[in-house]
């Protein structure tokens, strides 16, 4: 499940994710969050929590998540993906390079450091 909230005046898109994210998450939550922030603010900021709760994301979903983030490509300012998962920490660090977004992992107990990152002139 994931819980998606847009600051406008941050133009930051919040994404708290929980349990397995499925396609469904990305169909119905978001990609319609991101089509509405960039089409009215143009670059956007995003953070990505992956809490306690997270369990995992469906294959399904992760095509949805690279199909998004290729289509959006430079729709993208800053990126933060906060996680206590190394796996995914790793995972992150290593497409980041591909990105023209600036992108950085945080680990979970500086979530606040990550939003403040995120969303620094």
Do not use: C
């Amino acid at each position: 499940m994931m819980d998606v909230t847009f600051d406008s005046d941050k133009r930051l898109l919040k994404v708290e994710a929980s349990g397995e994210i499925s396609h469904e998450d990305y169909d119905k939550h978001m990609v319609p969050a991101v089509v509405a922030a960039t089409k009215t603010q143009g670059r956007i900021n995003l953070i990505y929590l992956f809490g306690a709760g997270f369990t995992g994301i469906a294959p399904r979903a992760m095509w949805d998540d690279a199909r998004l983030g290729l289509h959006h490509l430079h729709d993208f300012r800053r990126i933060a993906v906060v996680t206590d998962n190394g796996l995914m920490q790793g995972a992150v660090r290593a497409f980041s390079v591909m990105m023209p977004a600036e992108v950085r992992v945080f680990d979970i107990s500086d979530a606040d450091e990550a939003e403040s990152w995120a969303t620094a002139a």
